[in-house]
């Protein structure tokens, strides 16, 4: 049985380390990320088949990005929201359309200034520190993305 409704029960009940094992955010970082991306024009449309609404889609797709491997079957997450395969495939694409529409005001990365170099230390001390020091330079991949960050 679809069990997307325990998001809103969580987030209510203060329950966030169960939020954040799902979505892989906060509950506040979530609603900004839905606030953001809900007046892109990919999440509407003229047909008498209305989408899911953006909250939705943006917990499909963070859910998505957030578990690799037996934790990140489309069809399991499917399964657990409650819809098809291609409605997991589909709000996907549309959540990155609208998140990459706030790329240059959201990520950005230069090595000269003095903010980044701090965040860049913090991230390699992280990855250090969770994983081992051969992976320290490498802060910046992402391993098991259900999508291709580079063909």
């Not at 966030?16 to 991306?37: D, H, M, N, S, W």
């Amino acid at each position: 049985a679809p069990q997307l409704q325990l998001l809103e029960e969580w987030s209510l009940d203060g329950d966030t380390a169960r939020f954040c094992r799902k979505l892989c955010v906060v509950p506040e970082v979530f609603a900004g990320i839905a606030q953001r991306i809900s007046g892109h024009p990919v999440f509407y449309n003229a047909s008498n088949n209305p989408q899911l609404p953006v909250p939705i889609q943006l917990t499909i797709f963070l859910n998505a990005a957030g578990h690799y491997g037996n934790a990140s079957t489309t069809e399991d997450l499917a399964e657990w929201v409650g819809v098809l395969v291609g409605t997991v495939y589909n709000c996907f694409c549309h959540v990155m359309i609208a998140v990459l529409q706030h790329h240059d005001n959201a990520i950005h990365f230069d090595p000269m200034e003095a903010k980044d170099q701090e965040e860049i230390h913090r991230a390699k001390v992280w990855v250090e520190r969770k994983g081992c020091f051969d992976w320290r330079n490498s802060f910046l991949c992402v391993d098991g993305s259900p999508f291709n960050l580079f063909q």
